[in-house]
């Protein structure tokens, strides 16, 4: 496998402007745009207004970012110390790590729901499966950057990544000892897969399990799925961040800590998902996810994202309901049980 073109899509200078547009960008972007629209029918299928996905994606995409950068130089810290504050906080230079956006997305989640009064365990089950396929796109970026690239293979395969000397780390920029031939592992192809299954899988649950899954239970379960994946394509990475700085072939200095954050993910997920289940085998209806809803015009003003003073009572009529007979789920706005 090599990159069909350069990093750049243009590269170029306009009336004495430099104009340049990464792949990477391409990517990132063109993932969160599908993720949004995947939002958007998944938000309406439970009964919340769309315009809240692209609302909350503005504030999602900006923390992400920050929260992606922050996180790879907090862990790359010797090569950024004393250099100017923008140079550290300019994704152009390189860096940015995975667990950080997915931070950065969850606690833009957490403000957002906060200031509309939504339930924030809603939206991160809505969310979920965006941040998925966002992901699996996203990766793609890494391939025309010749970036996230795994250790040689033994045996070459017809998958196997070629990299440039330039774009090679130590000691694999030796070309006496790791030749032009050598093919690395595109670690970027297979976490861009798996992230795909992981997407089709929380589909799979929701459509298979729905009436069964609790309020955060979807999202719970991509912190599980995604880990796994990870744990696993990471252990190839020559690239990964440890807990001591950049490892380069293994983490001399510490634990990977893409694979820490992995497992401590799988613990706590699996721990939540199951232990609530324990604790409280027979929870109220409004425990559970609103599946099957629809976004009603007629109970909104079109356009807005606050309901209308009918849609109100009815809202308050369905939680008396709800209190008396239990049958009833709380409406946009409403918090959880």
Not at 140 to 166: S, T, V
Request: glycine share 12%; with cysteine.
């Amino acid at each position: 496998m090599y990159p069909p073109d350069d990093p750049f899509l243009i590269n170029t200078t306009i009336g004495g402007i430099y104009l340049t547009i990464r792949w990477y960008a391409v990517f990132i972007l063109g993932g969160v745009m599908i993720a949004g629209m995947i939002g958007t029918r998944r938000a309406r299928d439970r009964g919340y207004n769309p315009d809240h996905v692209w609302n909350a994606l503005m504030l999602g995409l900006i923390l992400g970012v920050l929260f992606a950068r922050l996180w790879y130089v907090a862990f790359e810290w010797k090569r950024f110390e004393g250099q100017p504050i923008l140079t550290i906080l300019n994704p152009a230079t390189g860096g940015l790590a995975m667990h950080g956006a997915i931070l950065g997305g969850a606690l833009a989640a957490a403000i957002y729901t906060r200031r509309h009064k939504l339930n924030l365990l809603d939206w991160l089950d809505i969310a979920a499966p965006g941040y998925a396929i966002a992901q699996a796109i996203g990766r793609w970026g890494n391939f025309f950057n010749q970036e996230a690239y795994g250790r040689p293979m033994a045996d070459p395969r017809p998958w196997g990544l070629r990299i440039d000397p330039e774009h090679r780390i130590p000691p694999y920029n030796d070309l006496a000892q790791f030749p032009e031939a050598t093919r690395f592992h595109p670690t970027f192809l297979y976490e861009s897969l798996w992230n795909l299954t992981v997407f089709l899988s929380l589909l799979l649950v929701e459509r298979r399990w729905g009436a069964k899954l609790r309020r955060g239970d979807t999202a719970l379960l991509y912190g599980v799925f995604y880990s796994i994946g990870r744990f696993f394509v990471e252990d190839l990475r020559v690239d990964k961040l440890c807990t001591g700085g950049v490892g380069g072939v293994v983490c001399e200095q510490g634990f990977s800590t893409a694979r820490l954050v992995s497992v401590v993910l799988i613990l706590v997920c699996s721990a939540i998902f199951i232990g609530r289940r324990l604790l409280r085998p027979k929870p109220p209806a409004s425990a559970y996810q609103p599946l099957g809803q629809t976004w009603p015009p007629d109970k909104g003003v079109a356009g807005t994202l606050e309901p209308t003073q009918d849609a109100i009572a009815e809202e308050t009529t369905g939680e008396q309901a709800a209190d008396a007979g239990g049958n009833q789920r709380p409406q946009e706005g409403q918090p959880a049980g």
